[in-house]
């Protein structure tokens, strides 16, 4: 079992920057592959961001340049750096991690709101 917990939501202007963190207790990261994903009012849940326990990256078109994911094994956390930030990000943003072993384990957080609005 997987306990993700996501922190460092809020509210922003515009083109300015937030830095999501997700902390994770019950089994290292290290066999899992990460992810942001994010939830806007009325739409569905998407993908924003994954990360392999290797370090490769696949980031949707929408963020490209502008946020930029890191893991740190030895601390269990995941990180989402957001710049440029636009009104169009606002959602609630979901912390995910899947088993590389195991595919059927799939674990989430309980998400964290971002809204950029003047």
């Known amino acids: 079992q997987v306990q993700l917990v996501e922190s460092g939501g809020g509210l922003v202007q515009p083109g300015e920057s937030l830095r999501l963190s997700c902390a994770a207790s019950?089994?290292?990261?290290?066999?899992?592959?990460m992810g942001w994903y994010r939830q806007a009012p009325g739409g569905q849940r998407e993908l924003v961001v994954t990360?392999?326990?290797?370090?490769?990256?696949n980031y949707a078109d929408s963020v490209k340049g502008r946020f930029t994911i890191s893991r740190d094994n030895a601390k269990n956390t995941v990180y989402l750096q957001m710049n440029s930030l636009k009104p169009e990000d606002t959602a609630v943003y979901y912390c995910?991690?899947?088993?590389?072993?195991?595919?059927?384990?799939?674990?989430w957080g309980q998400g964290t709101q971002v809204t950029v609005s003047l």
């Open positions: 019950g089994r290292t990261l290290s066999n899992y592959a």
């Open positions: 990360i392999t326990s290797g370090g490769r990256t």
């Open positions: 995910n991690a899947r088993s590389l072993i195991i595919a059927s384990l799939n674990y």
